[in-house]
C-alpha cells in the first residue's frame, strides 16, 4: 500500500503521531530499536522516546505486549501499513524546498590548495 492508503485518521484517533506509527509497525515487526532508528533515519534514543509513547498510549506493559497491539490494529485493518521512507527527505517538502534554496543562492567555493612541506 502507499503512503495515500494510510487511515492517518484512525492513527490520530488514537493518538499516535504518523511518526509513532512507523516505529509500531517496525516494533511489530520486531525490529530492534537500532534497527528502527537506521531504517527511519533517527537517533536510536528518538526511537525509544516514540517506543516509550506508544507503551503509554496503548496500554502496553512491555515490548512483548506493544508488539501484540501492533499486531492487532494490523488485523483489524484500522490502520494500514506505513512503508518504510527511501530517503530521509520522505514527507519533507517544505525541508527539501528549503534546502533548494539555499543551494540556488550558494556561491561555489573553489577548493584550497593545500602546501605540503619541503615544497
Known amino acids: 500500500m502507499g503512503p495515500s492508503a494510510t487511515t492517518e485518521p484512525d492513527v490520530a484517533r488514537l493518538g499516535i503521531s504518523p511518526r509513532e506509527a512507523e516505529v509500531l509497525w ?3 515487526d520486531r525490529l ?3 534497527e528502527i532508528a537506521e531504517r527511519l533515519v ?5 526511537v525509544e522516546s516514540h517506543v ?3 507503551l503509554r498510549k496503548l496500554g502496553a506493559k512491555d515490548r512483548p505486549e506493544l508488539v501484540e497491539r501492533g499486531l492487532e490494529l494490523r488485523r483489524a485493518g484500522r490502520t494500514a501499513r506505513v512503508p518504510a521512507p527511501f530517503t530521509s527527505f520522505v514527507g519533507r517538502r517544505r ?3 528549503e ?3 539555499l543551494l540556488r543562492g ?3 567555493v573553489p577548493p584550497r590548495r593545500v602546501a605540503r612541506r619541503g615544497s
Request: glycine share 4%; no cysteine.
Open 32 to 34: 530492534r530499536n537500532r
Open 106 to 108: 550558494a556561491r561555489p
Open 99 to 101: 534546502l533548494a534554496d
Open 42 to 46: 533517527v537517533s536510536v534514543r528518538t
Open 26 to 28: 517496525a516494533v511489530s
Open 52 to 54: 516509550a509513547a506508544l
Open 95 to 97: 525541508e527539501v524546498g
